[in-house]
Structures are given as C-alpha cells and as structure tokens.
C-alpha cells in the first residue's frame, strides 16, 4: 500500500486546513482510514476514523470532535480530513493510515499497517 498526504502548512488560530490522503496499491474501497497525528517529544495519537462502506459512521478523538471531519472519496482512492477551528495545541505532523482489517476495530496505531509520510500542520499567529 501507498499512502501520500498533502495540504498541511501554517495556518493561524481560528483558521482552516483541509488535508488530503492519496493511496494506491491496496483496495481502498474496502478498508476503514484513519488520521492520527504526532507532536514533537509526545506518542502518536488518534484523531479520526471512518469505515469503508456507506454507513458513513466516523470516529474522532475528543480534543477533535465539532472541529474536524473525515471523509473519503472511494472512486478517488482519497482520504481528507477538513480542519476548521484550528488551536495552537493542533500543531503536529499528520499522517493518515490504513487499517489492518476490512472491519473497524479502534483508534490504536498498532491496528493500521499501512502509513504515509506525513504532512506538517502548525497553527501559530
């Protein structure tokens, strides 16, 4: 599997940054996808998920939740995740991961076996 991110960048408190996950060599049709991302000195965590078929049921973390949507695009092979009320503590490397399994099981980095390089976001005036 491939995975490539974009769209990270500066943005300022209160702004918005839409991130995009291209992939290829997997059916990403069939995967659940997840965003996690890491700050300096601190572990990887969890920021959101979604399943792969059309229920559309999608997980985030708390610090997260009312900020940030996930969504993909099956036909496109992408996963995005639009950033809005952006906080200075959002400030990480974002990555986006592909679940080890068709079916959802959690936000744990050790579920995904698949994930790209990264994409810097920093929220600073």
């Known amino acids: 599997a491939q995975l490539v991110e974009s769209g990270g960048g500066l943005a300022q408190p209160g702004g918005s940054l839409r991130l995009s996950c291209e992939t290829s060599?997997?059916?990403?049709?069939?995967?659940?996808m997840s965003w996690f991302r890491q700050a300096p000195g601190l572990e990887r965590e969890f920021v959101a998920g979604?399943?792969?078929?059309?229920?559309?049921?999608?997980y985030y973390a708390d610090s997260v939740k009312g900020r940030f949507t996930i969504s993909r695009d099956n036909a496109k092979r992408t996963l995005y995740l639009q950033m809005n009320s952006l906080k200075p503590e959002d400030t990480a490397r974002y990555f986006c991961?592909?679940?080890?399994?068709?079916?959802?099981?959690?936000?744990?980095?050790?579920?995904?076996?698949?994930w790209g390089q990264g994409t810097q976001v920093t929220v600073s005036s």
């Open positions: 060599r997997f059916v990403f049709s069939v995967y659940p």
């Open positions: 991961a592909k679940s080890t399994s068709t079916k959802w099981q959690s936000g744990d980095p050790a579920n995904y076996d698949s």
């Open positions: 979604m399943r792969w078929n059309e229920d559309g049921i999608t």
